[in-house]
């Protein structure tokens, strides 16, 4: 098995930290994901690369209960809002061992999404943030 | 501008007809309208087809059967508003005078496409359908939050359903025609938590047609032609841009801009046809179309207002909820309802001296827009 990031560029893992990269936009202020080579807000180019916060919380959330392309049912996807202001669509892991509230603390995990026959697809995922102050 | 005016209508039945190729369907419902127009098919000057899943040049297929060849054809997609996309235009090629007499036609055959069975996906490389996205579950997250900040029950939801399971029983164009109770549709099978199998629009095939004319021509065909005073499509804004997803910003904006060039307001509507793919938009699209305030959408299902018999019935025709919906069909088909209803000749399921109408439909997932696109259309006699 060949490890495969999901889609280039959509984030990092410094020093075990994993975050999304998005853009900020030096113009208006607009933060995007993933990366963009200009502000979708107002058009400018001058885009700095950040890396977004890692916990965000719970805006809403489904258990999918028919197969999609990549994940065998029942899985459970979610919008995640970031401090910064915007949502971040992901899936969603260790919902089965904590029941889901909309509003609750959500932390990103960088982890495999699917595996086909030669890879192992990497990616993002959140997961309730729990027991934690 | 010159009014336009639809002369003829016409749909198949909705339903499963897996042997059925989508040109067939489409030209069923050609067929339909041109008899129902009492216009001969050399009269047609042009054409806009709407289909999504079919190969290439289904609408050439669909009109080379029923007569119509050798005339300008062009075909369509815009999802679940492609068809109301194919009548914006063919009522734009009248209005602005470039011709006098041409059809729209909406066809799909979703037993027979590639998704058959599936959730309707966003397009390959689309990077939320890659994470797990599709149609129902982005309203499952809508409806989700909707319950959760409206205190809206699923009992409550699960009642548009009921309503529109029971207008479809005496449509003799709809799938289903099967009355359900409240309790049926919660406990069908789960789909995408809370949607469950009942609370959504299933599988279909079906085609529909429409005949415009300028005002002038029709007088020619007709003594009751209905008018065109508005129609609209628009697509879906950045999804960063949309404050709260239980609110359809583009369902909002469209509607506005077809209420300005109607040149009327919510409050001068006797009956709509919308978008309830899943049960939980009709209530939400109320808000949206400014049929209410927002937190009154329960009471107007709850008190009737929306039944046909209220004061503003929604969805007569059953909807997508028990008609079905062929996507790329269904916006052609909500108008033929209301042409119908506007002659006094919907049957059983007549709305009483219904002088103006008004047809909503929104579809279409891709990453980071709220919407592919809403149409909009207002009609009246
Ligand atoms: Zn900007």
Not at chain 2, 130 to 143: D, H, P, R, W
């Amino acid at each position: 098995m060949t490890k495969v990031l999901f889609q280039k560029g959509l984030f990092e893992e410094t020093q075990g930290e994993p975050a999304l990269i998005g853009s900020k936009c030096g113009s208006c202020g607009q933060v995007l994901f993933p990366v963009k080579s200009v502000c979708l807000n107002c058009m400018s180019a001058d885009l700095e690369s950040i890396r977004l916060r890692r916990d965000g919380i719970l805006y809403t959330y489904t258990t999918v209960y028919m197969a999609s392309e990549h994940f065998p049912p029942p899985y459970t996807v979610g919008w995640i809002e970031l401090p910064e202001g915007i949502r971040i669509f992901s899936q969603i892991r260790g919902w089965q061992e904590n029941p889901l509230k909309i509003g609750m603390d959500m932390r990103l995990y960088i982890e495999t999404l699917w595996r086909d026959e030669d890879n192992e697809v990497i990616g993002y995922v959140f997961k309730p943030v729990i027991g934690e102050t | 501008m010159r009014e336009v005016a639809i002369i003829g209508v016409g749909s198949t039945v909705f339903g499963k007809f897996p042997e059925k190729a989508i040109f067939e369907l489409g030209t069923e419902a050609v067929q339909a309208a041109l008899k129902d127009a009492g216009i001969s098919p050399k009269d047609i000057q042009f054409a806009y087809y709407a289909n999504l899943y079919g190969g290439m040049v289904e609408g050439q297929a669909a009109l080379r059967d029923a007569g119509i060849t050798d005339i300008e054809i062009t075909n369509v997609e815009n999802a679940c508003t492609g068809g109301a996309t194919a009548v914006r235009r063919t009522w734009y090629d009248i209005a602005s005078g470039l011709y006098d007499i041409g059809i729209a036609v909406g066809s799909e055959s979703m037993t027979t496409s590639p998704i058959a069975g599936k959730l309707i996906p966003p397009a390959k490389g689309d990077l939320s359908g890659e994470l797990g996205m599709n149609t129902m579950a982005k309203f499952a997250l809508s409806q989700r939050r909707y319950m959760d900040i409206s205190g809206v029950t699923l009992e409550q939801i699960a009642m548009v359903s009921v309503k529109n399971h029971h207008n479809g029983c005496a449509n003799p164009y709809s799938q289903y025609k099967k009355e359900f109770s409240a309790e049926d549709i919660i406990n069908s099978r789960l789909i995408c938590d809370p949607i469950t199998q009942l609370q959504s629009c299933s599988t279909t095939d079906g085609a529909a047609a429409v005949i415009l004319t300028s005002l002038n021509v029709a007088r020619r065909y007709t003594r009751k032609p209905v008018i065109i005073a508005a129609s609209v499509i628009r697509g879906g804004d950045y999804a960063f841009r949309q404050k709260d997803i239980t609110f359809s910003d583009v369902t909002y904006k469209g509607v506005k801009g077809a209420y300005t060039m109607a040149g009327i307001g919510p409050e001068d509507i006797n009956l709509c046809e919308l978008h309830d793919a899943f049960a939980v938009n009709e209530l939400q699209h109320y808000v949206e179309l400014g049929f209410c305030e927002r937190g009154e959408e329960v009471a107007l299902l709850m008190d009737g207002v929306t039944n046909i018999k209220g004061r503003l019935p929604v969805n007569p025709s059953g909807g997508l909820l028990s008609k079905g919906h062929p996507l790329s069909a269904t916006g052609v088909a909500q108008i033929a309802e209301i042409v119908w209803q506007l002659r006094g000749q919907a049957g059983k399921n007549q709305v009483p001296d219904a002088k103006v109408g008004l047809t909503h439909t929104l579809g279409g997932e891709v990453a980071d827009l709220e919407a592919g696109a809403v149409g909009v259309h207002i009609l009246k006699v």
